[in-house]
């Protein structure tokens, strides 16, 4: 086998729905306040998508701008992968769908469904493929639709999701740059805890479980908000520890936009000040495998995530699964 390459994001863009839900609006809908929302989660409004507009519609526009970003062309791509849980269909997958969109006919494209951690998932196997020379680039999308997945008489859920999509190229750069550490895991006894109980082959979907809105997200929120609490922790510590690192060598954390409270944990178990975390939560809610990208792009577009900076970012969620990935930024 030849050297392993460095690789890395080489752009990054992203791409939300133009309508804004307000908790305002929210109040309207269930038992809730503006005031409640911003205090529990720090959520001001959402996106959400039309009727008619699915996960891909999303997903191609953040590709296309990504690649637009790079200066490359379909063609340009060697494989896609989407990671999401709220597909257009169950079948194809939205990776297929983005690449028929982006008419590069033959390109390998799979879905990974690790649900909030789907992108850096993603980004981890695109790191593999594009290290051991396999790839030269790789589209590697977030992208997610919760709205349509969201129970819109459950308060304890409905305030927190939105929709969007984030898409990133992967490909090989100069050594020492890029992904150069992750943290992935799982914790199947957490099954329960988020999930969307009808739909699938366990439980497919029957005019009774749709009355009980069975094929719309189930949260148990304390459970995963310990869990996010703890893993998103001791992921960024062990991403730390595999290159030798401390908190204080880190320019950015773009963590993954679930609650502003969990975002808050690890700013003071860290001690790290405010500002090296970077969140779109108020505007966006949470968007799934979409919010970490979302997150990165909208800091490289403001300039708080530059070359040279040491990037780390953190997802958690349904699964129970996690992902951390500590890249030195390459462009
Ligand atoms: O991407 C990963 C996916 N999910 C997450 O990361 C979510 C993690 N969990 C959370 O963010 C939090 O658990 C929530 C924000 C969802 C809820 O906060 P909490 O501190 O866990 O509150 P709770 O569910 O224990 O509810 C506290 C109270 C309850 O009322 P009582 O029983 O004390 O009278 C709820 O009924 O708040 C009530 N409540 C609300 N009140 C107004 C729950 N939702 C609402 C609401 N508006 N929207």
């Known amino acids: 086998m030849g050297e392993l390459r460095n690789a890395g994001i ?22 809730t306040s503006d005031e409640w929302i911003r205090n529990m989660t720090g959520v001001r409004e959402r996106r959400i998508a039309s009727e008619g507009e699915g996960c891909s519609d999303y997903a191609v526009k953040a590709a296309r701008k990504a690649l637009d970003k790079a200066g490359l ?16 269909q169950q079948l194809p997958s939205t990776a297929c769908l983005v690449q028929n969109a982006l008419g590069c006919v033959g390109t390998p494209a799979f879905d990974i469904a690790a649900a909030c951690s789907g992108f850096v998932y993603a980004l981890s196997v695109a790191n593999s493929f594009i290290r051991l020379g396999t ?9 997610d639709i919760l709205t349509a997945v969201t129970n819109w008489t459950d308060r304890g859920t409905c305030v927190l999701f939105g929709d969007g999509a984030g898409a990133a190229v992967v490909g090989p750069v100069e050594p020492g740059y890029g992904l150069l550490a992750f943290d992935l895991g799982a914790d199947g006894t957490g099954v ?12 497919p979907i029957t005019h009774e479980n749709l009355d009980e809105h069975a094929n719309k997200i189930v949260m148990q929120g304390r459970e995963v908000f310990k869990f996010a609490v703890k893993v998103q922790s001791e992921a960024i510590d062990r991403v730390l520890r595999q290159v030798d690192m401390t908190p204080e060598d880190i320019d950015m954390v773009v963590p993954h936009a679930a609650n502003i409270r969990i975002i808050d944990s690890a700013v003071n178990r860290f001690g790290l000040p405010r500002d090296k975390f970077f969140t779109n939560l108020e505007k966006y809610g949470n968007t799934s495998a979409a919010s970490i990208p979302l997150g990165l792009d909208e800091a490289v577009e403001l300039g708080l995530v530059k070359k040279d900076d040491t990037v780390v970012v953190v997802g958690f969620g349904g699964g129970l699964t996690w992902a951390a990935s500590l890249m030195k930024w390459a462009y």
């Open 73 to 88: 062309e379909p063609k340009d791509i060697d494989l896609i992968i989407v990671g999401t849980f709220t597909g257009d």
């Open 10 to 31: 080489i752009s990054m863009a992203s791409a939300v729905p133009d309508k804004v839900l307000t908790n305002a609006d929210l109040e309207k809908i269930v038992d």
């Open 135 to 143: 790839y030269n680039r790789i589209l590697v999308i977030g992208a």
């Open 192 to 203: 329960d805890a988020l999930r969307i109980p009808a739909g699938g082959s366990k439980m």
